[in-house]
């Protein structure tokens, strides 16, 4: 009771004192953390974060927090967090560094970027950033405004697969992007007497463990409150996760074969005629294409490619097409596959046949609060249309030419650094991305393509393997309690308000304009992070009336009015006409603008390029399909591995998952270091036995790297020893350039052994050629130029 009324005590206040404690309510964002944007009470003493709780009054997490926050203080205040920017003193990868003066390291950045500007051009420089952080709008505006280069993307991302392709798909069959409706969009949460919300009566939770990722600015627990509300699941995942086993039915299908189960899925509910007619009728367009290209995809012949039992694809697409509203919560592992888009399509299409289109508890339209459109884009009109057009990866419509993205492609400015076509890319700015540990999918190849580079400038939260191998220069960042700053990812609104300082440290938005104030200074006519917050607020946020301190202390967070249907009341279209904002007005089955640039406008499904299907001699050779990137509550990707904090105390190792025959079969058992090696590479990790997987499957471990390990080379902290992107290949997407297999790969496994164990993938990658050198000339997958012969 006593805490209730301490709440309740400071209900509306954004800051007050508990004792020796400063109390701020406020919102997270990462870094360090993940995509969602919680309310929190930070504890501040003597300028010092010493405690954070979960805000009970915050209606998006309402009081929980999972252990990225929890344990935010051990991160804060982590003793090898770097204080001040950093110089080389050695060579790249010695680990030999200078502290230098903020100033000091302006007067090198802007002398770098010059000389490429006098040398090269504009457009050699490139930007880098890790996942849905909060410098998502800040780096893209310092490439595009301050460099002048439209080369800005993720952290060599292969296919921009992490939501890009799921984005893309939506876009071009809707004119906008859907999630799952659990009523997060409205402040009064769960009431359904003040709003028109409805439980939804069932939930597919589809490549997504929700509750352990927090993925997507989706909140799992959210998926928990509506299952306590009444709501059915239906889990599609390899392993039994823990709302798997909570599930009405559990698909536990072959890594890789989501789009296949989606297209049986289609094929049951138009053949057995329990479709919404009167939604396809009124609002989709191109259902008799759809319905011919489905009838090839029985479930049966889905159940042989799925390794999933065809009763069980049936019972699935007739529970989903007879509940009265039903939503789903889809993930990252649709992207991670070359089939990526037409499996977007598929599944879009399966809410849109079962009429769950922005109606209460189906997939709702949503879009960024107030309309605010800062992301990616932001600053890209400051460049020339010449400019623009000279984006690495322009020959990808998808990306160029219909504007459903203004990120250059990460594999094609790889190939760029490699071979100096179509220019040389000769200066790389990384913000809070740790590729050779996470991002890249064949990282031997891109640590031997970033050592090729004039000038590299890192800046992160901790000297990460990527800074060490790389950096010329390393700047650290603030993190999330450091820093004044809005945050808006859909709803609400949010304010970030600054408690504490650790160093010298800098936010994001801080560097970018002091940067930009030296190199284009009338694109930068704020002075402080504060004035560029008000800046967005009141140029780029339409709906909202005040600027960065009344979000801060007046509002925190702000929800906007919410409608569904907007379809039907002409909420989508700029002409205010009923309907979606696509060529047609409605969603397009057949999809206009991919056949218009020569794409299959349907959605379909073909086998990964290594399977046991597609390559039967390699699968002889590795024998199980190996799917990575398995989330742990305790890490988001490459981040909390410090060996102080809780999350490494708690998951110590990294680990890869196989089932207990396959165990015993190849005589290794629960904590044995095994090999996982295929015919790019290898790594090791510890054995854990999940007896939920097929004994032909194998799960690993993403993001690991050992702080405690030695920086310099040739250890690099040990990153590449159990890095399971020594596995995978780069630049092999899909033909929208959108896509990868990062979950649909062969391996083998045997057990560490002294003898195997002399040369470590580590020593092999910085002091040879790696592992996938000799492999990319022979099937020319490089194009080897100035990376190999310069």
């Known amino acids: 009771m006593a805490e209730k009324d301490y709440f309740a005590e400071h209900r509306g206040q954004f800051q007050w004192e508990d004792g020796d404690y400063t109390v701020t309510r406020t919102t997270v964002w990462s870094g360090p953390g993940c995509h969602d944007g919680c309310g929190v009470l930070y504890y501040t003493k003597d300028g010092k974060l010493e405690k954070v709780e979960g805000d009970p009054d915050c209606a998006y997490n309402q009081g929980t927090l999972c252990m990225r926050c929890l344990e935010m203080p051990e991160v804060v205040n982590n003793p090898r967090r770097p204080s001040k920017p950093l110089k080389r003193a050695g060579e790249r990868g010695e680990d030999k560094w200078d502290e230098i003066t903020w100033d000091e ?154 789009g296949a189960l989606a297209m049986a899925m289609l094929n049951v509910m138009i053949k057995e005629d329990i479709y919404d007619h009167d939604f ?62 037409p499996t977007a399509q598929a599944l879009n299409a399966l809410w849109a046949l079962t009429g769950n289109i922005d109606n209460p508890g189906g997939n709702i339209v949503i879009r960024n609060a107030f309309d605010q459109n800062v992301s990616y884009n932001y600053g890209y009109n400051n460049l020339p249309a010449e400019v623009q057009a000279k984006r690495i990866g322009a020959e990808y419509p998808l990306m160029s030419k219909a504007g459903f993205s203004s990120t250059a492609h990460s594999d094609s400015i790889l190939q760029a650094i490699e071979t100096g076509k179509p220019y040389p890319i000769r200066m790389l700015w990384l913000t809070s991305t740790n590729p050779i540990a996470n991002m890249a999918s064949d990282a031997p190849r891109v640590y031997r393509a970033l050592k090729t580079l004039d000038f590299v400038v890192v800046n992160d939260l901790f000297l990460t393997p990527t800074a060490v191998a790389f950096a010329d220069l390393f700047l650290p960042a603030a993190m999330s309690p450091e820093r004044d700053m809005q945050r808006v990812w859909w709803v609400p609104l949010r304010g970030m308000k600054k408690v504490c300082q650790y160093g010298e440290c800098k936010s994001d938005d801080t560097i970018v304009t002091e940067i930009g104030k030296r190199l284009h200074p009338e694109n930068f006519p704020w002075n402080n992070d504060q004035e560029w917050t008000d800046n967005i607020l009141r140029t780029e946020t339409p709906g909202y009336d005040g600027g960065y301190h009344e979000l801060v202390e007046r509002d925190i967070w702000v929800y906007p009015g919410f ?40 959605p379909d499904w073909a086998e990964p390029s290594n399977s046991p299907y597609s390559s039967p001699e390699l699968y002889e050779k590795y024998p199980f399909v190996l799917t990575t990137g398995a989330r742990h509550i305790e890490f988001f990707h490459s981040e909390h591995r410090q060996p102080e904090l809780t999350s490494r105390e708690l998951y110590p190792d990294p680990c890869f998952e196989m089932s207990p025959k396959s165990a015993a079969d190849l005589d290794i058992k629960e904590g044995d270091w095994c090999w996982l090696e295929n015919h790019r590479g290898r790594c090791r990790q510890k054995l854990r036995i ?101």
């Open 690 to 790: 999940n007896p939920t997987l097929d004994d032909r499957v194998v799960r690993a471990d993403h993001g690991w790297w050992f702080p405690e390990k030695d920086a310099a080379e040739p250890s690099l902290y040990g990153v590449f020893d159990s890095n399971i992107n020594n596995l995978l290949p780069q630049c092999e997407n899909g033909v929208t350039g959108y896509g990868a297999p990062y979950k649909n790969q062969l391996c083998k496994v045997y057990k560490c052994t002294e003898e195997n164990s002399k040369e470590m993938p580590s020593i092999c990658v910085s002091t040879k050629d790696g592992y996938s050198k000799a492999m990319d000339e022979s099937n020319g997958d490089v194009k080897v130029g100035a990376i190999y012969n310069g």
């Open 563 to 602: 409608q569904y249907y907007k379809h039907e009341k002409g909420l989508l279209r700029a002409d205010g006409q009923p309907g979606f904002s696509t060529p047609s007005g409605r969603i397009e089955l057949w999809n206009t603008v991919f056949s218009l640039w020569g794409y299959d406008p349907l």
């Open 105 to 258: 390291a302006y007067d090198i950045i802007e002398a770098k970027v010059r000389e490429i500007w006098r040398d090269y051009a504009p457009e050699s420089i490139a930007c880098m950033i890790g996942t849905g952080r909060a410098n998502c709008w800040q780096i893209p505006y310092m490439c595009y405004s301050a460099f002048g280069s439209p080369n800005f993307c993720l952290g060599f991302l292969s296919g921009e697969s992490c939501f890009q392709p799921r984005s893309a798909a939506m876009a071009s069959m809707s004119g906008d992007f859907f999630i799952a409706d659990c009523s997060q969009q409205f402040e009064s949460r769960y009431d359904e007497e003040n709003t028109e919300w409805r439980c939804p009566e069932l939930i597919i939770n589809w490549g997504c463990n929700a509750v352990e990722s927090n993925s997507d600015n989706f909140y799992g627990g959210w998926i928990v409150d509506c299952m306590q509300r009444g709501s059915k699941m239906i889990t599609v995942d390899p392993s039994l996760t823990w709302l798997a086993s909570r599930s009405e039915i559990w698909l536990r299908l072959r890594p890789g074969t989501d």
């Open 280 to 341: 396809v009728e009124k609002w989709c367009y191109g259902f008799d294409e759809l319905a011919e290209r489905v009838k090839e995809w029985t479930p049966a012949r889905a159940a042989e490619i799925c390794w999933v039992d065809e009763a069980d694809i049936v019972a699935a697409a007739r529970m989903y097409a007879g509940a009265k509203n039903a939503a789903m919560q889809w993930g990252l592992p649709i992207d991670q596959a070359v089939m990526g888009i």
